[in-house]
């Protein structure tokens, strides 16, 4: 069984989860606060592994027309019963694997976003951009919310001696455990990825590490009771997660890459 049927079995919940988890909402505002900082109201945003479309109704609010896609059947079902989903206007939904984009129902995307990890369910980010070359705008922009192979507040657990957990990203993948299916996790490191968009004409502009000291999300219950903590853990991730080798290191990292004019061929 493979990782988009253990999202379509975690869908009917997914929203309720995140609802009153505090380390959650705080990296989804951290996600959307960046990608703030290079999208136009006027923009066409295809979104990959959209989930329950959290994140699109969010910018389709914001004056973004926006493209959802998933390929897990039960968050696509979640996505089409939100009320706002209807009365949204500017909002479509497609069932899209994104490792094998071959036809869309649009073109001419100027944003692709993917957040939380979702294509870290792929080796393979070669035929993702392969797959989505054709479909974009001339100056497109995109933003990927990716895990790496190391994170520092993993590695920090050797101290524990849990040794497992902390080394689990170092091979550059491992099995997750999700509603009872296992799938693998592929974990990509930063340079091969701003690497892979200089591949395609794509220049890296930001890069931003999120859960460097920062609690991770399972970590929600130590947040919680260790408030002033996690706030000084907030305040040191904000001055050290733009820098490198920081940036790299956390649970996850945003990376926004924008097209050379020059190899624009739409
Ligand atoms: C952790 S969830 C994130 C969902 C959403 N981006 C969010 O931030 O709430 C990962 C998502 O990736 C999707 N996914 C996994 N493999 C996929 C694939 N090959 N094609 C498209 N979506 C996929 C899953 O169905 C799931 O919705």
């Given at each position: 069984?493979s990782?988009t049927?253990?999202?379509?079995?975690?869908?009917?919940?997914?929203?309720?989860?995140?609802e009153k988890?505090?380390?959650?909402?705080?990296l989804?505002?951290?996600?959307r606060?960046?990608?703030?900082?290079f999208?136009?109201?006027g923009?066409f945003?295809?979104?990959?592994n959209a989930?329950?479309?959290?994140?699109?109704?969010?910018?389709?609010?914001?004056g973004?027309?926006?493209?959802?896609?998933?390929?897990?059947?039960g968050?696509?079902?979640?996505?089409?019963?939100?009320?706002?989903?209807?009365?949204?206007?500017?909002?479509t939904?497609?069932?899209?694997?994104?490792?094998?984009?071959?036809?869309?129902?649009?073109?001419g995307?100027?944003?692709?976003?993917?957040?939380?990890?979702?294509?870290?369910?792929?080796?393979?980010?070669?035929a993702?951009?392969?797959?989505?070359?054709?479909?974009?705008?001339?100056?497109?922009?995109?933003?990927?919310?990716?895990?790496?192979?190391?994170?520092?507040?993993?590695?920090?657990?050797?101290?524990?001696?849990r040794?497992?957990?902390a080394?689990?990203?170092?091979?550059?993948?491992?099995?997750?455990?999700?509603?009872?299916?296992?799938?693998?996790?592929?974990?990509?490191?930063?340079g091969?990825?701003?690497?892979?968009?200089?591949?395609?004409?794509?220049?890296?502009?930001?890069?931003?590490?999120?859960?460097?000291l920062?609690?991770?999300?399972?970590?929600?219950?130590?947040?919680?009771?260790?408030?002033?903590?996690?706030?000084?853990?907030?305040?040191?991730?904000?001055?050290?997660?733009?820098?490198?080798?920081?940036?790299?290191?956390?649970?996850?990292?945003?990376?926004?890459?924008?097209?050379?004019?020059?190899?624009?061929?739409?």
């Amino acid at each position: 069984m493979s990782a988009t049927e253990a999202f379509s079995r975690q869908s009917v919940y997914f929203d309720t989860l995140e609802e009153k988890h505090r380390v959650l909402t705080y990296l989804r505002a951290q996600v959307r606060a960046h990608v703030r900082r290079f999208i136009e109201p006027g923009d066409f945003m295809l979104e990959l592994n959209a989930g329950t479309g959290l994140d699109a109704l969010y910018w389709v609010k914001r004056g973004v027309r926006v493209h959802a896609t998933d390929a897990a059947e039960g968050m696509l079902k979640q996505l089409h019963q939100k009320k706002e989903y209807s009365s949204a206007g500017r909002m479509t939904v497609e069932y899209l694997d994104f490792t094998r984009i071959e036809h869309l129902q649009y073109k001419g995307f100027s944003y692709v976003f993917s957040n939380f990890g979702g294509l870290n369910c792929t080796a393979n980010l070669e035929a993702v951009m392969d797959g989505l070359m054709p479909f974009l705008a001339a100056e497109a922009t995109i933003t990927w919310v990716l895990m790496p192979p190391f994170c520092l507040r993993e590695a920090l657990k050797l101290l524990r001696g849990r040794w497992r957990y902390a080394s689990r990203r170092w091979r550059g993948h491992t099995t997750a455990h999700l509603e009872g299916v296992h799938f693998p996790v592929y974990y990509h490191a930063p340079g091969k990825v701003k690497r892979l968009f200089q591949s395609y004409g794509f220049e890296t502009v930001a890069l931003e590490a999120m859960s460097l000291l920062y609690p991770l999300p399972e970590e929600e219950e130590w947040a919680k009771k260790h408030p002033l903590l996690t706030r000084w853990c907030s305040y040191l991730d904000s001055k050290l997660r733009h820098r490198m080798p920081w940036a790299a290191w956390g649970d996850h990292y945003i990376i926004t890459a924008r097209r050379k004019k020059q190899y624009a061929c739409v």
